[in-house]
T-cell receptor, first 114, second 115 residues
Framework: EPEVTQTPSHQVTQMGQEVILRCVPI?????FYWYRQILGQKVEFLVS????????KSEIFDDQFSVERPDGSNFTLKIRSTKLEDSAMYFC????????????FGSGTRLTVV | AQSVTQLDSHVSVSEGTPVLLRCNYS??????LFWYVQHPNKGLQLLLK??????LVKGINGFEAEFKKSETSFHLTKPSAHMSDAAEYFC?????????????FGGGTRLMVKP
C-alpha cells in the first residue's frame, strides 16, 4: 500500500536554528499538507499546497514557516529561527482530491527545540 | 466554522467488551466526518469516513460509527475490544466536497484495553 514517508523521525535543534522537515507524498496525489501536534494538545492544521502554491493556511503558519516542493517528489516544511514552542510532532499528508477525502498521513517527525 | 469535541480523553475497557468513543461536532454546513487511529510511533490511519451517504458507516477492524444529525454526533463503536485496539483515536471533521481541505481534529481519546 502506498505510503507517505517523512524524514527524519526525530529532530533535535537548538533554539534559533532553522530546520527542514521532509516528506515524500504518494506519487499520484495532488494535494499536500502539514499538520502539527504539540504534546498534550490537538492536531492542528498548518498549510495545504496544490499546484505549486499554498491553497490554505492557518493562523499558526506565519512568516516563520514556509513550504516547498523542490523537485516534484519531495514536499518540505522549513521553520526559521525555531522557538521552544515549535517543539511538536509534525505530520505530512497528501490526498488525491479535495474535501478531506483520501488523506494519507505520514508517521510524523518529532521536533524538539532545546 | 467547524469544531469537534471528543467527550472522553481516556476510555478503559476489558478485552471482549464493547467500545464506545464519543464525538460531537459543530459545523455551519453538512460536513464530512472521519475517525483516525494512531498507534504508538505510527502515523494517523483512517478508520472510517462519513460523506453524506449511509448514516451507519463501517470501517476497518470491526469499527462502526453512526452519523446522527439531530444530535450532531458521530460516535465510534466496536462490539468486542481486542488488545490491539489500544491506541489514540481522533474524530475529525472537514468541509464537504470542494469547500476546502482543512481537517479539524478533536482532542483525541486514548483507548486502553485490559486483559
Amino acid at each position: 500500500e502506498p505510503e507517505v514517508t517523512q524524514t527524519p523521525s526525530h529532530q533535535v535543534t537548538q533554539m534559533g536554528q532553522e530546520v527542514i522537515l521532509r516528506c515524500v507524498p504518494i506519487s499520484n496525489h495532488l494535494y499536500f499538507y502539514w499538520y502539527r501536534q504539540i504534546l498534550g494538545q490537538k492536531v492542528e492544521f498548518l498549510v495545504s499546497f496544490y499546484n505549486n502554491e499554498i491553497s490554505e493556511k492557518s493562523e499558526i503558519f506565519d512568516d516563520q514557516f514556509s513550504v516547498e516542493r523542490p523537485d516534484g517528489s519531495n514536499f518540505t516544511l522549513k521553520i526559521r529561527s525555531t522557538k521552544l514552542e515549535d517543539s511538536a510532532m509534525y505530520f505530512c499528508a497528501s490526498s488525491v482530491g479535495q474535501g478531506g477525502y483520501g488523506y494519507t498521513f505520514g508517521s510524523g517527525t518529532r521536533l524538539t527545540v532545546v | 466554522a467547524q469544531s469537534v469535541t471528543q467527550l472522553d480523553s481516556h476510555v478503559s475497557v476489558s478485552e471482549g467488551t464493547p467500545v464506545l468513543l464519543r464525538c460531537n461536532y459543530s459545523s455551519s454546513y453538512s460536513p464530512s466526518l472521519f475517525w483516525y487511529v494512531q498507534h504508538p510511533n505510527k502515523g494517523l490511519q483512517l478508520l472510517l469516513k462519513y460523506t453524506s451517504a449511509a448514516t451507519l458507516v463501517k470501517g476497518i477492524n470491526g469499527f462502526e460509527a453512526e452519523f446522527k444529525k439531530s444530535e450532531t454526533s458521530f460516535h465510534l463503536t466496536k462490539p468486542s475490544a481486542h488488545m490491539s485496539d489500544a491506541a489514540e483515536y481522533f474524530c475529525v471533521v472537514s468541509p464537504p466536497g470542494n469547500a476546502g481541505n482543512m481537517l479539524t481534529f478533536g482532542g483525541g481519546t486514548r483507548l486502553m484495553v485490559k486483559p
